[in-house]
């Protein structure tokens, strides 16, 4: 009897262990920079700083899914010295899915700002705008993790470029 329960003792912990070591986590879809036709993924998400975000967010009636918990992905492009708004991708999931369980839709600025036209400068925003030009470096300091690239790195204030430089990135994992 005693054998059996030293045994039971150990299940908890076994079963905890196999749990754990299944446990990953997805990826989230970028959202993209297009500038003269070349698309790159950005490091920031601009529109989550809106200041109606929540209601922009019930209006676009997002899916979520484990690679888009917010459940849109947004385009943007610069023209101009000045940071636009070109499209939401609703569903950006189905977007990369080869199954295409569900389309993805797109929503333009106009409809979504109720504007006469399609170019929405991102006044709101003022923050970087970062894409990756290198390989990604991954580096070990005191105990962490991250990754080191060089970038083109935007300055924008309050929708507007204020410079463009090169720079040396690096993420780290706390």
């Not at 908890?12 to 993924?41: C, H, K, N, W, Y």
Request: net charge positive.
């Amino acid at each position: 009897m005693l054998n059996i329960v030293k045994k039971l003792r150990c299940f908890p912990l076994l079963f905890l262990t196999l749990i754990t070591m299944g446990a990953s986590a997805t990826q989230q879809i970028r959202e993209v920079l297009e500038l003269d036709g070349a698309r790159f993924d950005i490091d920031e998400f601009p529109l989550d700083s809106h200041p109606e975000i929540v209601e922009l967010v019930k209006k676009i009636d997002s899916r979520t899914c484990s690679a888009a918990w917010r459940g849109y992905k947004a385009l943007w492009t610069i023209r101009k010295d000045k940071l636009y708004l070109s499209h939401i991708v609703k569903n950006p999931c189905a977007e990369k899915s080869r199954r295409k369980l569900r389309s993805a839709e797109y929503i333009y600025p106009n409809n979504l700002f109720n504007t006469e036209t399609s170019d929405y400068i991102a006044n709101w925003y003022s923050g970087k705008i970062t894409f990756r030009i290198s390989d990604k470096v991954y580096v070990y300091k005191s105990g962490v993790t991250g990754q080191k690239y060089e970038a083109v790195v935007y300055d924008i204030l309050n929708g507007e470029v204020i410079s463009r430089n090169i720079e040396t990135v690096e993420r780290i994992w706390e």
